[in-house]
């Protein structure tokens, strides 16, 4: 179980430290550095899956159907809904919102699974999401911007839900390729429907760092970790760590002296350890789910 929450908590941890990098990509084009990224995460993923001899498996139709629903939703109209939402109101609105995260996935994953929420599970998830509000900070908001955001909020429930039933089928490794193989042409039509012939270009040294780090640590280790650890927690209790974000945006911009921590963020950071604590005791530890051959931790 050790094994998985630290797996959970450092996957949502390293979600949070792509602050770190978007300065450094602000200036290239947006959807074709997301092609990029799932691209270059991809052919990573790919190769560790051959490494370690895991084999072609046969999907069925309806697993083929999830794998894309998983790669459009989770991964695609993500980013678009949390590109527009900043685009309209800022950072601090989808932030805010996606603070949520937490709450929902108590509430929407075991009733996924024909189960009842567990009340201590979905406190916890309000204590959680109230920290990651505070420690996102209150912004200005539109109309435009709030429905992005709760659109990026389906999105993020999706990215754990649709991937429940393909995990014990083909893995944690395969289902992160295979999503990230799906996301990019998805991104590419995106981009050139609104980016044109621009959609792509050589990135600058500084650029071309940034990508790989979020093709590298965000994508590929990040995926691995969340959804090797997914199965074994539950959706309700592994949401809890999306709250972790936040607080790998703040350690991080404290390492890189970006921004000193203020007394909002680190009671914010608190809540959210707090909550996670308190979710973490809501049930005995659930059975683990049998994985594809080869990829157990």
Not at 11 to 23: E, W
Not at 247 to 268: K, R
């Amino acid at each position: 179980m050790n094994t998985h929450v630290a797996g959970a908590a450092g996957a949502m941890f390293l979600v949070g430290t792509l602050a770190a990098v978007s300065d450094v990509i602000a200036g290239y084009p947006v959807y074709g550095g997301q092609a990029l990224r799932y691209a270059l995460a991809a052919v990573i993923l790919l190769a560790a899956a051959r490494t370690r001899g895991l084999g072609p498996v046969r999907l069925r139709p309806r697993q083929w159907g999830l794998l894309g629903a998983l790669s459009l939703t989770g991964l695609v109209l993500f980013n678009v809904c949390v590109i527009e939402a900043t685009r309209a109101a800022g950072p601090a609105l989808p932030g805010i919102v996606l603070g949520a995260v937490p709450l929902a996935l108590a509430l929407v994953g075991p009733v996924a699974t024909g189960a009842r929420p567990s009340p201590r599970v979905v406190a916890a998830g309000l204590v959680v999401a109230a920290g990651a509000v505070l420690a996102t900070g209150a912004g200005s908001g539109n109309l435009a911007g709030l429905l992005w955001s709760v659109g990026a909020l389906a999105c993020e429930l999706c990215f754990s839900l649709l991937a429940l039933p393909l995990l014990p089928v083909i893995g944690p490794v395969r289902v992160s390729a295979w999503s990230a193989a799906l996301a990019v042409p998805f991104l590419l039509v995106a981009g050139v429907a609104l980016d044109g012939r621009h959609v792509l270009r050589v990135p600058t040294a500084a650029e071309a760092a940034g990508l790989a780090y979020l093709a590298v640590v965000v994508t590929t280790v990040a995926f691995f970790l969340w959804y090797r650890s997914l199965p074994r927690l539950g959706a309700d209790r592994a949401g809890l760590f999306a709250g972790m974000i936040p607080v790998g945006a703040i350690a991080t911009a404290a390492l890189l002296g970006v921004a000193i921590p203020s007394a909002a963020d680190l009671a914010g950071a608190a809540l959210v350890i707090s909550g996670i604590a308190l979710g973490l005791r809501s049930s005995s530890p659930r059975p683990p789910v049998r994985v594809a051959a080869r990829e157990m931790p």
